[in-house]
């Protein structure tokens, strides 16, 4: 038996282990092992599933009132708020992040419970236009039970988002984290608990994406999913769930070009770049991993640029002063090695880095990189999901357009500009789900998030999200007195 400590699955309001058979998880700074999880049986799936339907057929929480979401997501706020550091710790051991990012991203998450619990409290039925003397009201119903699949590279703040909207709206709600950083997920299961969510609202469920969440999605009983994950992993469910008329919230990969225009000055544009490219060790969908530089200022930029980024401070995540941590695992580093490659052998320049690296002779890390690389190459259109940036010298403000625009994702874009009227044309063109203008990574519970092409489907956050967690009914409600059909007056009129 494994002297680490196992994370069980919550399920019907209590850690369960379901079965001997576990998935070991890595810290990808330390290369130690740190904690196991279940990979559940598809049979104690199967019950979780059937034990989901029952709580929401209950009505304990489907038909509970506004108020008592509102009260239960609000407390379940302020609990997560108090318990940050524990959060944050296992983020930074699971992730490799550094810990000031996680302190700082996981700071904002209870604000996706707020807000959601205020909608839950706010958010109004409709009564139509319908002519004639009838009443006609829309309101609006949880679908059932819903199922989301999260990734590892924000645990904690994507498990948030989907479950805040779902449960605000009234559903049951199984969660699949991801096998490689599910323990922050985990915990939320006593939390919410402990906030008055009545067990078995919420399932947390561990295991491997082809087995566990393969069986997840592929369930007729469930009445929704909402999977953040590769456009391969959309592939695989997409079929099953088209069959089964279960709609899909995709939230996929990107490509995010950083569009730098000459009136911007040098050393902000590159503070901007920094940020956006790095942050995470480039592991975000919306990671800035195109800098397309006007050639005005493409000599200057590219120069400050280099000089900061070898200044990077690579290290412990535990280190404050680390500005740079892990990628999530080995396979990680090989395949920011193969980019690399891959843009040398097509022509492009290593500007900085291009190597895998380590902290005391340990651990998944791979050098902050800049190739210069042509529009077109693999570099430049393919998603890396590590510190490998692509640089692109464009001569025009049409050419960083057209460049922006010619990848297969379409998630986020920033445009970093002083020019007003060229912050507008530029942000109108790019076709993206979210452009930012002289930012980067900006969020909120209130702003959607979700990419076009194949950066997905549908959004996370927002009304639109809460309302994408229920369904319309229609209630046609007629006043009037006049006749019934068959009465040969009413027939005589309406044909007459
Ligand atoms: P992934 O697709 O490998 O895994 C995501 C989740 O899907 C995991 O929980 C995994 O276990 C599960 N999964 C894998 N195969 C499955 C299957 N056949 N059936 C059901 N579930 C399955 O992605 P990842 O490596 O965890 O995350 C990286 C990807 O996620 C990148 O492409 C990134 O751009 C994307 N991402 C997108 C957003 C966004 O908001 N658009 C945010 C974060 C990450």
Same mark, same amino acid.
């Given at each position: 038996?494994?002297?680490?400590?196992?994370?069980?699955?919550?399920?019907?309001?209590?850690?369960?282990?379901?079965?001997?058979?576990?998935?070991?998880?890595?810290?990808?700074?330390?290369?130690?092992?740190?904690?196991?999880?279940?990979?559940?049986?598809?049979?104690?799936?199967?019950?979780?599933?059937?034990?989901?339907?029952?709580?929401?057929?209950?009505?304990?929480?489907?038909?509970?009132?506004?108020?008592?979401? /509102?009260?239960?997501?609000?407390?379940?706020?302020?609990?997560?708020?108090?318990?940050?550091?524990?959060?944050?710790?296992?983020?930074?051991?699971?992730?490799?992040?550094?810990?000031?990012?996680?302190?700082?991203?996981?700071?904002?998450?209870?604000?996706?419970?707020?807000?959601?619990?205020?909608?839950?409290?706010?958010?109004?039925?409709?009564?139509?236009?319908?002519?004639?003397?009838v009443v006609n009201t829309l309101t609006r119903l949880p679908l059932g039970v819903v199922v989301q699949i999260t990734p590892w590279n924000?645990?904690?703040?994507?498990?948030?988002?989907?479950?805040?909207?779902?449960?605000?709206?009234?559903?049951?709600?199984?969660?699949?984290?991801?096998?490689?950083?599910?323990?922050?997920?985990?915990?939320?299961?006593?939390?919410?608990?402990?906030?008055?969510?009545?067990?078995?609202?919420?399932?947390?469920?561990?295991?491997?994406?082809?087995?566990?969440?393969? /069986?997840?999605?592929?369930?007729?009983?469930?009445?929704?999913?909402?999977?953040?994950?590769?456009?391969?992993?959309?592939?695989?469910?997409?079929?099953?769930?088209?069959?089964?008329?279960?709609?899909?919230?995709?939230?996929?990969?990107?490509?995010?070009?950083?569009?730098?225009?000459?009136?911007?000055?040098?050393?902000?544009?590159?503070?901007?770049?920094?940020?956006?490219?790095?942050?995470?060790?480039?592991?975000?969908?919306?990671?800035?991993?195109?800098?397309?530089?006007?050639?005005?200022?493409?000599?200057?930029?590219?120069?400050?640029?280099?000089?900061?980024?070898?200044?990077?401070?690579?290290?412990?995540?535990?280190?404050?002063?680390?500005?740079?941590?892990?990628?999530?695992?080995?396979?990680?580093?090989?395949?920011?090695?193969?980019?690399?490659?891959?843009?040398?052998?097509?022509?492009?320049?290593?500007?900085?880095?291009?190597?895998?690296?380590?902290?005391?002779?340990?651990?998944?890390? /791979?050098?902050?990189?800049?190739?210069?690389?042509?529009?077109?190459?693999?570099?430049?259109?393919?998603?890396?999901?590590?510190?490998?940036?692509?640089?692109?010298?464009?001569?025009?403000?049409?050419?960083?357009?057209?460049?922006?625009?010619?990848?297969?994702?379409?998630?986020?874009?920033?445009?970093?500009?002083?020019? /007003?009227?060229?912050?507008?044309?530029?942000?109108?063109?790019?076709?993206?789900?979210?452009?930012?203008?002289?930012?980067?990574?900006?969020?909120?519970?209130?702003?959607?998030?979700?990419?076009?092409?194949?950066?997905?489907?549908?959004?996370?956050?927002?009304?639109?999200?809460?309302?994408?967690?229920?369904?319309?009914?229609?209630?046609?409600?007629?006043?009037?007195?006049?006749?019934?059909?068959?009465?040969?007056?009413?027939?005589?009129?309406?044909?007459?």
């Amino acid at each position: 038996m494994s002297a680490l400590q196992h994370h069980s699955n919550w399920i019907d309001g209590a850690y369960q282990t379901a079965t001997e058979k576990t998935i070991t998880l890595i810290n990808p700074a330390t290369e130690s092992e740190i904690a196991t999880i279940d990979s559940t049986p598809l049979e104690t799936v199967k019950s979780i599933i059937t034990s989901s339907l029952e709580n929401f057929s209950s009505g304990i929480w489907s038909k509970a009132d506004a108020s008592t979401r /509102f009260g239960v997501l609000s407390k379940a706020a302020t609990l997560l708020r108090s318990r940050l550091p524990e959060f944050i710790d296992l983020e930074t051991q699971q992730t490799g992040r550094p810990i000031r990012e996680m302190r700082a991203q996981l700071s904002r998450v209870p604000e996706w419970l707020e807000y959601f619990a205020s909608l839950a409290r706010t958010h109004e039925g409709r009564v139509t236009p319908f002519k004639g003397t009838v009443v006609n009201t829309l309101t609006r119903l949880p679908l059932g039970v819903v199922v989301q699949i999260t990734p590892w590279n924000h645990p904690l703040l994507i498990a948030t988002k989907k479950i805040a909207a779902a449960l605000a709206a009234g559903n049951s709600v199984i969660v699949k984290p991801s096998e490689s950083a599910p323990l922050s997920v985990l915990k939320l299961g006593q939390l919410f608990q402990e906030a008055g969510l009545p067990d078995g609202t919420l399932q947390i469920v561990s295991g491997y994406g082809r087995e566990t969440g393969k /069986f997840l999605c592929e369930s007729p009983l469930i009445a929704k999913i909402d999977l953040t994950g590769g456009l391969a992993t959309y592939a695989a469910i997409a079929p099953t769930a088209s069959k089964n008329l279960i709609p899909i919230t995709a939230e996929l990969g990107g490509k995010a070009p950083i569009c730098i225009f000459p009136s911007m000055a040098v050393e902000k544009g590159v503070r901007a770049a920094l940020f956006a490219s790095f942050i995470a060790s480039g592991q975000t969908c919306v990671t800035g991993s195109r800098l397309l530089i006007h050639s005005d200022i493409y000599d200057e930029f590219v120069e400050l640029l280099v000089r900061r980024t070898r200044d990077l401070r690579v290290g412990a995540p535990t280190d404050d002063r680390t500005q740079i941590g892990a990628v999530i695992s080995c396979a990680s580093v090989e395949r920011c090695a193969r980019f690399v490659s891959q843009a040398v052998a097509e022509g492009g320049k290593i500007l900085c880095g291009g190597e895998p690296t380590d902290v005391n002779g340990k651990g998944f890390f /791979f050098q902050p990189t800049l190739v210069e690389s042509k529009a077109g190459s693999n570099l430049a259109c393919n998603e890396v999901f590590g510190p490998v940036i692509a640089l692109i010298r464009c001569e025009s403000e049409d050419e960083i357009v057209k460049v922006a625009n010619a990848t297969s994702f379409a998630l986020g874009a920033s445009v970093w500009t002083n020019d /007003f009227s060229q912050a507008h044309r530029v942000a109108e063109k790019i076709d993206a789900g979210i452009v930012w203008i002289n930012g980067h990574h900006l969020n909120d519970p209130s702003s959607p998030w979700g990419g076009f092409k194949e950066s997905g489907m549908g959004k996370e956050n927002g009304i639109g999200a809460y309302e994408s967690y229920t369904k319309v009914k229609s209630t046609i409600i007629n006043y009037g007195q006049e006749p019934s059909w068959f009465d040969d007056e009413v027939e005589n009129a309406r044909y007459g």
